[in-house]
C-alpha cells in the first residue's frame, strides 16, 4: 500500500498576511484560493518543488479550525544547498537562524512564519545531487 502526505493544515490568524508571507517571502506557489460556503475559504500553498502543500484558511473541517494559530512546529522544507537557501530567504526578509550542523552531514535553519508556526531549512548531505 502507498500512503502519500500531501497537504498539511498550518492554522494561521490572518490567511491573508500568511498567504503573503508564504508566496512573497518563502516562493510558495498558490494552487488554490476558494472560498466554497459563507464563512470557508481554502487557500492551499507548495513549495517549489514539493509534492506536499500546506492549507491555511478559515471554516476548515476536521477540527481543523480549532488549532491554535502558531501551534504547527518543526516543519522542514529540505534544500539541496541550505547556505544559498538560508541568504536567498534572509534576502527576502525572513528572520532566519544561521546555520547549525548537528551531525552526519544534516544541517538547520530556524524560522518562524507571522503566527510563530516554526520552520526549519534541513539539508542531509547524502540527498543531493541525483539523490535529492
Not at 544547498?81 to 526578509?93: F, H, P, T, Y
Amino acid at each position: 500500500m502507498d500512503i502519500k502526505l500531501e497537504l498539511v493544515p498550518v492554522p494561521v490568524a490572518d490567511v491573508d498576511r500568511a498567504k503573503a508571507f508564504y508566496i512573497g517571502k518563502l516562493g510558495f506557489v498558490e494552487d488554490v484560493d476558494v472560498r466554497p460556503t459563507e464563512g470557508m475559504r481554502v487557500v492551499q500553498l507548495t513549495p517549489p518543488g514539493s509534492a506536499c502543500s500546506i492549507v491555511i484558511g478559515t471554516g476548515l473541517g476536521g477540527g481543523i479550525s480549532e488549532m491554535a494559530p502558531g501551534t504547527v512546529k518543526g516543519l522542514h522544507l529540505v534544500v539541496a544547498d541550505i547556505d544559498k537557501a538560508r541568504s536567498e530567504l534572509a534576502g527576502r526578509g525572513v528572520d532566519i537562524g544561521e546555520v547549525d550542523a548537528v551531525g552526519d552531514g544534516v544541517r538547520y535553519a530556524w524560522f518562524q512564519d507571522p503566527d510563530g508556526n516554526s520552520l526549519a531549512l534541513q539539508e542531509m548531505s547524502w540527498r543531493t545531487g541525483d539523490r535529492f
